[in-house]
């Protein structure tokens, strides 16, 4: 949060103008960036503000004005990786005539496209590799974007169900099904064969069409 300019009682003292609203996104956003590159460096439990403030060139306390702790500065990492460039948290808009395997295809093809160049892909391998010993970690991904994903395909699975299309009601049950190829190539391509992994928007492809024909 940021710093809350206090009310000019002097009314022949011109008012103090707090800082822009483009000023204080670029701030966030160069918080953000060192806040990534700590996590991933040290991981989250051995991440450091001090550090942070120092990669992103600014004095060590401008981080706590807006993320006074390091788990919310994480919970801003992952809720901008879930706004950007990504469709999956809005509820579902068909175009004119849309089948729901052109559907997937329009709306998730692009994030798999950009899954390691976004960093969507580290932030996820970081959950995996400290989730388990952190809750906080593993419930704020869930919650942020794992379960968002999972329910916009649901959601858009009943929606083609509703208008007719022939599909198995079991894969609105079990969505997990459909993005289960993003993350064997997240695995894949950042931890068991690293560089030479398979593409994600190639394997999703193939699970679209293995639903949708």
């Not at 590159?37 to 991981?43: K, N, Q, T």
């Not at 089948?99 to 390691?116: D, I, K, S």
């Not at 329910?151 to 509703?162: F, K, P, Q, V």
Request: one cysteine or more; hydrophobic letters at 40%.
């Amino acid at each position: 949060m940021g710093a809350v300019p206090m009310p000019n009682d002097d009314p022949q003292r011109p008012a103090t103008r707090g800082p822009s609203l483009a000023k204080t996104q670029r701030t966030q956003t160069a918080i953000l960036d060192a806040a990534m590159a700590e996590f991933l460096e040290h991981g989250v439990s051995g991440a450091r503000m001090d550090r942070i403030a120092h990669r992103a060139g600014m004095a060590k306390g401008t981080p706590y004005r807006y993320y006074p702790t390091k788990e919310a500065l994480f919970e801003g990492v992952v809720e901008r990786a879930m706004d950007e460039r990504n469709a999956l948290r809005d509820t579902p808009v068909f175009l004119p005539e849309e089948t729901l395997g052109q559907h997937f295809r329009r709306v998730m093809l692009p994030v798999a496209e950009q899954l390691e160049a976004s960093g969507r892909a580290s932030l996820a391998r970081l959950v995996l590799a400290e989730g388990g010993a952190s809750r906080f970690l593993a419930e704020t991904y869930f919650r942020r974007i794992y379960e968002p994903t999972n329910t916009y395909i649901s959601t858009a699975i009943r929606m083609g169900i509703a208008r007719g299309e022939a599909c198995d009601p079991r894969l609105a049950d079990n969505p997990q099904l459909l993005v289960a190829s993003l993350w064997v190539a997240m695995i894949e391509g950042g931890v068991l064969n690293p560089g030479e992994g398979i593409s994600a928007a190639r394997l999703l492809e193939l699970q679209i069409s293995f639903f949708f024909p």
